[in-house]
């Protein structure tokens, strides 16, 4: 009996390592494929990237470029627009690459939409992949937000999108291919305080894309949606401004947009919250590459963000009544303690 135990011994022994040793080929394996499939995926594509300027967007294109990509770059000037097709024609091979097409796109001007993408579409004739990307932010209480803010917003995160996104719709119906990619934050899946009209806009363009999803299907149309947390940018230095998003707005004071907002460098240090933002929060790099990946495999919907963020998605299914009081007692907490500060 001991000889019998004793050779049972000696096989889990050996059997652990082997399945450890299998079980890191085949995620080996899998990591390969999805990066030879990732080099191919956008090869002489039209790839039409919104808000190309922001720090996501300028990663996109680095990487789209390189990739092969036929780029179309969207945002609001011209001349930033310009430096970066500039930047990327001289960082790559010219003989394996394209030049940028660029056009003007500011989804606060609603009126100009359609003559964009008319523009869009006629820079190849047609597109393969829409990544839509860009945001405007506000934290503020509700009571000190104005109609006019609110309708900005709904402009800039939710109608543009959606009339860029119907406004191409034909053209991939027609060829009965092609991906739209939105890029929603993850306040399209949980509504947090303070961000009233910023989590309703990004809780209705979820809401529109997962509804396109299911009725473009049959046309062969891939729709994604990626949703995250924040994207973080590097901590300010002597050289770099603090990042709009991390200015805080006095509840006393005009609510004002966060893509709108600055601060000096040479006024403000760099404050240690926003280092620690920078840890926590989710690097151009990552998300761009990811954002390959989905282009890939075609996954449906992408969640990028920390565990705790994630179970309060859960949690706010299954126990919301819990959810709203932890989030009634946080802002009570917030209230108190700018109390004893004033």
């Not at 900005?152 to 990619?181: C, E, Q, V, W």
Request: aromatic share 6%; charged share 20%.
């Amino acid at each position: 009996m001991e000889d019998v135990l004793l050779g049972m011994d000696w096989t889990t022994v050996l059997l652990v390592p082997a399945v450890v040793v299998v079980t890191a080929g085949i995620i080996y394996l899998y990591s390969t494929v999805l990066r030879l499939m990732s080099k191919t995926t956008v090869r002489n594509k039209v790839v039409v990237i919104t808000d190309a300027l922001s720090g996501l967007g300028n990663e996109c294109a680095k990487v789209f470029h390189k990739g092969g990509a036929r780029l179309v770059l969207c945002g609001k000037s011209w001349e930033k627009l310009d430096t970066l097709a500039e930047q990327l024609a001289n960082n790559c091979d010219p003989t394996v690459t394209f030049p940028s097409k660029l056009v003007l796109l500011d989804f606060s001007d609603m009126e100009e939409l359609p003559d964009v993408i008319s523009e869009v579409l006629e820079c190849y004739g047609c597109l393969d992949v829409l990544i839509i990307n860009g945001s405007m932010k506000v934290k503020a209480p509700v009571q000190d937000l104005s109609l006019e803010m609110d309708k900005a917003i709904m402009d800039i995160n939710y109608f543009g999108p959606i009339t860029l996104a119907k406004g191409i719709l034909p053209s991939m119906i027609s060829r009965r291919s092609g991906h739209i990619l939105l890029i929603n934050s993850i306040q399209g899946k949980l509504a947090l305080p303070f961000r009233t009209t910023y989590a309703a806009s990004k809780h209705a363009v979820q809401a529109f894309f997962d509804c396109l999803r299911a009725e473009v299907q049959e046309y062969g149309i891939s729709v994604s949606t990626i949703s995250h947390t924040f994207i973080s940018s590097p901590p300010p230095t002597e050289e770099t401004p603090i990042p709009a998003e991390e200015t805080p707005v006095p509840a006393e004071e005009t609510p004002v947009p966060a893509e709108e907002t600055s601060t000096p460098a040479e006024e403000t240090p760099a404050p240690v919250s926003s280092r620690k933002a920078f840890s926590l929060g989710i690097a151009p790099e990552h998300m761009a590459a990811e954002i390959v990946k989905t282009l890939s495999t075609k996954k449906k919907e992408v969640v990028l963000a920390r565990s705790i963020s994630k179970a309060v998605i859960y949690a706010r299914a299954f126990f919301p009544n819990f959810v709203f009081s932890v989030m009634a007692a946080g802002v009570q907490n917030s209230a108190t303690a700018l109390d004893q500060d004033l």
